[in-house]
């Protein structure tokens, strides 16, 4: 609806339509947008994409330089700050120490001298039902 005010409500915009299509009025075109103006005169020193301009090649020198002095300034404050990688990582170092010193003293234990060989006592089989101690008191119990 391009050529009605914005303080027109939906139903005003639909009857002016309407009234238009019963006169016969030809719609009012769509306005066109402005081509855009590229960012730099075109003077041939610089390439144009469309809307994007690229400086001609004596920039480049600038560009560079201010490409270094970023650098410098990202691995400055990177050395400034690399305090912090100590709180955050130093949780995950210290598990994978006792990690690191079970798995030595694993390996270690057995150059360490023979051992007798693991025994395990032998305990009487459980039974399921029957007449055993434990049943004769829940018995009582009752």
């Known amino acids: ?11 005003d915009a639909v009857d002016e ?5 019963r006169t016969g009025a030809s719609p009012q075109p769509s306005p066109v947008p402005a081509p855009i103006a590229p960012a730099q005169p075109d003077d041939g020193s610089g390439v144009h994409y469309g809307a994007l301009y690229a400086p001609p090649p ?3 020198a600038e560009l ?16 400034q700050n690399s305090w912090m990688a100590i709180p955050a990582l130093g949780p ?3 598990v994978g120490g006792l990690e690191a010193a079970a798995g030595i003293a694993g390996r270690l234990a057995p150059a360490l001298g023979p051992t007798a060989p693991l ?6 089989a459980v039974r399921r039902g029957g007449n055993i101690y434990e049943a004769r008191l829940g018995r009582r119990a009752d």
């Open 64 to 79: 560079r330089r201010q490409q270094a002095a970023f650098a410098q300034t990202t691995q400055d404050l990177d050395r």
């Open 1 to 11: 609806m391009a050529g009605t005010p914005p303080w027109l409500s939906i139903r």
């Open 17 to 21: 339509i309407l009234k238009r299509q």
């Open 119 to 124: 025994t395990l006592r032998k305990v009487g």
């Open 58 to 60: 004596g920039d480049l």
């Open 92 to 94: 995950a170092a210290a």
